[in-house]
């Protein structure tokens, strides 16, 4: 499971607060976002660590035509077992974007 800390939320507030595009902020809530989701979600044994021998925070890198470049900071929270499953709370507390020209 995924899903998002406040510092996440403010930091979309902060990128989109000067940066105004209707186009780009579509793109990321319907387009990228989701993919962010399913990557730490499916991914996260093969997504890079944070920090060396930090097993816990991991990163997703991104780009796209809108967005030209961006990272997404995550941390596993919790490990948990429900119904014989194991699962893994995963929180996304960062994200970085850097819209180039892409206004």
Known sequence: MVR???AFL???DRHFGEHRSPTTQEVLLTEVIPYIF???EQLWDDLP???PGNSRSRLYFFAGDNI????VVGNLVEVKVEDRYILM???LTNIQIDFGDAR
């Open 49 to 51: 660590h944070v920090a």
């Open 10 to 12: 403010t930091d979309l």
């Open 38 to 40: 399913s990557a730490f």
């Open 4 to 6: 998002t800390s406040e």
């Open 89 to 91: 709370v995963i929180e």
């Open 68 to 71: 030209p470049a961006g990272f």
